[in-house]
DNA sequence: TAGTGGTCTAGACCACCGC
DNA sequence: CGGTGGTCTAGACCACTAA
């Protein structure tokens, strides 16, 4: 009743210890944004700020009419950056090195059309590229790229800057859709990444879209024991 | 000026346009809130709303003094939801079934006292438990669990439930560090998870915390051919 | 239909920080 | 110092939806 409290930080604070503390336990209805107004000495407005962020981060579900309530089987979130490699390389205090070491033009081929969605006709360039971390492989990159997305691909010089660091420059703020998983090492990337065949590598694959249209897809391969990190 | 836009959401998605269409290039500086709310002919804590879910989204930079300007290099940032095995299983409309492996109490080993760092006699609680998916293997889970933490854990019957629900169902809304790699399977992997040994496997690990005192470490290791997936 | 959250306003004061 | 975003207020109207 009429604390000092009045931030929303301090009330979206209050009301997780509340939470936590099981003074309102999952599935628990919350008071409404007027009582706790009331309560904190604060404009609903502020109430409604703190609430939402609670909401947005899944510890409450919301309902005109039905009030507030506190989410019973909270769907968690975990949130990973996507780095570019030369980023990641660079964190770790190593020395970052990339070599372009295939590029060609081709039609696409039936896989790749089905899984992004372009035209039988479509033109695609086909890139291989490597990082290496302290001359170490760190990945291995295959590419194609929708070249009537991005026409200007065809000029670029892609052999001292990776094509992602291009791309991002020009179709920044896009939509993608990621696929983590394990694979063995087959011949080519046992050779790039020096480890023997057979070894469980790290696999990612990407699919970029740029308002609607696909730009991009892209399989990295990381060395032996990449770990990829995230926190919530 | 004086569109007849007005809520925060057109508002919102009329700058990302004009960002992605490069009217505001990359680096570059938008108007100011007072400036965006005369145009859209709306109060300026509408302009504010707008611009803040861009910066939370990466996409904007905010500066007292300096104004907003359009990201040069976007924090990509993905989201992927944490789910409960059985629902991962049943959302694939498969069958799920449960099975508790191994249940023992030691004092941490060393290892563990490091990684998730409780002090040198503390008891923990080691399990062993295998997830099916329409009977067949799903994920192997290995966890530890600090009972200073969750006293309760002793007396709980975890033969018919996994224990990761009865945590979510103790300590919901906790922290979480996480981390994924591809492993090759051993002898005892193999054996549950009914692949060839060296067959490469994506493991993810967990240590949770619940206001700052450590819960859990887990370590899961998915079938053959798992895919994680993820959006942004 | 009535109760709840969702949003907007016009104004205000403050905190930060580049100049 | 002054300009910019960060936040709060008191009030208003609207939109959804459970009863």
Request: include cysteine; charge should be neutral; proline fraction near 5%.
């Amino acid at each position: 009743m009429t604390q000092k409290k009045s931030s929303f930080q301090d009330i979206r604070d209050t009301v997780m210890a509340r939470i936590q503390s099981r003074h309102w336990p999952p599935g628990s209805l919350l008071p409404t944004e007027v009582e706790l107004a009331e309560e904190f000495g604060c404009a609903r407005a502020t109430v409604n700020r703190a609430l939402r962020e609670l909401a947005d981060q899944g510890v409450v579900d919301r309902k005109r009419k039905s009030g507030t309530r506190v989410n019973a089987a909270p769907v968690k979130q975990a949130v990973f950056e996507i780095a570019v490699v030369r980023q990641s390389v660079e964190e770790m205090n190593a020395a970052y090195r990339y070599s372009l070491v295939k590029r060609t033009v081709i039609t696409a081929p039936a896989w790749l059309r089905a899984r992004i969605g372009v035209k039988d006709e479509a033109q695609v360039l086909h890139l291989n590229c490597m990082h290496y971390a302290d001359n170490r492989p760190f990945q291995f990159e295959e590419r194609w790229i929708n070249i009537a997305a991005v026409p200007d691909v065809i000029d670029v010089d892609l052999s001292e800057t990776g094509p992602n660091e291009w791309l991002l420059s020009q179709v920044p703020f896009s939509n993608a859709e990621l696929t983590s998983t394990a694979i063995a090492a087959g011949e080519t990337l046992s050779e790039f990444l020096d480890v023997p065949q057979g070894a469980p590598l790290f696999q990612m694959e990407r699919t970029t879209w740029f308002q609607g249209t696909p730009v991009t897809f892209v399989r990295m391969t990381f060395h032996q024991g990449y770990q990829m990190r995230t926190r919530y």
